[in-house]
């Protein structure tokens, strides 16, 4: 069964530069997996920040920026501030009309 | 404005089925663009996407749970309704509807991202 892997938690300073990343367990991440990424704060809904690959949902800072780096899918968020902790969801399409959710990256920012 | 809502029971015991209903607004069900999701969340835990269904009445399941789920819509009624038998403590669970885009390319739709996302709703199986 295929699993896609996110780090489970990271930290970044207010100001800093974080990528997040999202994997297979097999075979690499390309643009035909369109991967997209979601924000999602304790008893909220999540909300889109990135899809296809990189392309920022309306409303979303360019702070965000999404793309394919190395065999995975990354978030990169540039100048974190305090309200961007967060977890963070990646989404792969994987044919077939299915879809995996990553296990999620819980954003501190400190 | 697009909106979902989810609505159903917040307890379901164990062994009975659960019946969930997405309402949509500000957009149709028969829109081959678009479609709808349901993703559910346990306590503390990861999402996890269950199935979705289109305006063609295309459905896709989850393998894990496939044989437990059944999922339709009902366009005039802008209704997405979900069912999941023989629930267990283990479903208990945030159930979120939200909304699809989908991608045309070579001659077939694809599944691209969730747009727009329900607030969700807590349903509770009890030990």
């Known amino acids: 069964q295929t699993v896609v892997t996110q780090e489970p938690s990271f930290s970044v300073s207010p100001g800093g530069t974080v990528t997040l990343t999202c994997a297979l367990s097999?075979?690499?991440?390309?643009?035909?997996?369109?991967p997209s990424w979601y924000q999602q704060t304790p008893g909220q809904a999540p909300r889109t920040l990135i899809f296809?690959?990189?392309t920022r949902s309306s409303g979303v800072p360019d702070r965000f920026s999404g793309s394919i780096l190395g065999n995975k899918a990354a978030l990169t968020i540039t100048g974190a501030q305090a309200d961007d902790e967060s977890d963070y969801y990646c989404v792969l399409y994987m044919g077939g009309g299915s879809v995996i959710f990553g296990g999620g990256t819980k954003l501190t920012v400190l | 404005q697009v909106t979902l809502e989810e609505s159903g029971p917040v307890l379901v015991k164990p062994s009975e089925t659960l019946t969930l209903t997405c309402t949509v607004s500000g957009f149709s069900l028969s829109n081959v663009r678009m479609g709808v999701s349901w993703i559910r969340q346990p306590p503390g835990k990861a999402l996890e996407w269950l199935v979705h269904i289109f305006s063609n009445d295309e459905k896709s399941y989850s393998t894990s749970l496939n044989n437990r789920l059944t999922i339709s819509k009902d366009t005039s009624k802008r209704q997405v309704v979900l069912t999941m038998t023989n629930m267990d403590p283990v479903d208990t669970a945030t159930y979120f509807c939200?909304?699809?885009?989908?991608?045309?390319?070579?001659?077939?739709?694809?599944?691209?991202?969730?747009?727009?996302w329900g607030l969700g709703t807590l349903v509770t199986v009890p030990s």
């Open positions: 939200a909304r699809i885009r989908r991608t045309y390319d070579s001659g077939a739709w694809y599944f691209n991202h969730f747009d727009y």
């Open positions: 296809s690959t990189k």
């Open positions: 097999s075979g690499s991440v390309s643009p035909s997996h369109c």
